[in-house]
């Protein structure tokens, strides 16, 4: 058991650019999650895969984030146009089809700083 | 909307202390509550799941019993290692996946030796 694996773990960008993390889930699972965490708050959801299915992103933050799954396996979150606002840690999770759906397995978090 | 309050938001306690960390909920059709573990710069631990008012787990020195409006995670003679934030969530909806979890703020928790 590897684990959920995120990548980078930190990045710094500036207002204006586009950034994009990757998720690759523990390799059984075939539930993705992606939630936002900002200093002294719990995660906050995102979005959710089942396989390559995105059955949950109207809780994305604005039109500026998305996040594909193309085969079913590792997933991408993008957030275009970069804001200050943006800067958190940003989660995934993942979990089996069958468990129960808040028992996630959560990655490392990769932390955006926006300047 | 979904709501989830932690209480206190920091606590800290002498090695051995016993105490007990709060989490209110307002939710329509709960599905579950779920307690996390969160250590410094690391995503949130799965420790438990309660789906029903009544209902305890436990595991080593953390107890976590549920009511119809609150759930609670007792710590018994907590250690050092024991430090961490402790997230509260709620599942409610019609079950699945799709149904994100709401977490609170969370309790910080430091174990002095």
């Known amino acids: 058991d590897t684990g959920v694996s995120q990548d980078p773990r930190h990045k710094i960008t500036k207002r204006g650019q586009n950034v994009t993390f990757r998720c690759d889930p523990i390799?059984?699972?075939?539930?993705l999650y992606w939630y936002r965490q900002t200093l002294g708050q719990g995660p906050e959801f995102l979005t959710y895969?089942?396989?390559?299915?995105?059955?949950?992103k109207s809780r994305l933050l604005s039109d500026r984030f998305s996040a594909e799954r193309p085969k079913g396996s590792f997933s991408t979150l993008e957030i275009q146009r970069t804001e200050q606002g943006d800067s958190a840690m940003y989660l995934c999770a993942s979990s089996r089809s069958g468990s129960m759906a808040g028992e996630l397995f959560f990655g490392e978090g990769s932390r955006l700083t926006v300047l | 909307e979904d709501q989830v309050t932690q209480s206190p938001e920091a606590l800290r306690l002498q090695e051995g202390e016993s105490s007990s960390l709060n989490c209110s909920y307002t939710v329509s059709g709960l599905r579950g509550l779920f307690w996390y573990r969160q250590d410094p710069g690391k995503g949130p631990e799965f420790l438990f799941t309660l789906y029903s008012a009544g209902e305890e787990k436990e595991k080593e020195r953390l107890k976590a019993t549920l009511t119809k409006k609150e759930s609670f995670l007792h710590i018994t003679a907590p250690k050092p290692e024991d430090s961490a934030t402790y997230l509260c969530?709620?599942?409610?909806?019609?079950?699945?996946?799709?149904?994100?979890?709401?977490f609170g703020k969370g309790t910080h928790l430091i174990i002095q030796p």
């Open positions: 969530a709620v599942q409610a909806g019609s079950g699945g996946g799709a149904d994100g979890l709401t």
């Open positions: 390799s059984e699972h075939n539930r």
């Open positions: 895969f089942q396989n390559e299915a995105q059955l949950e």
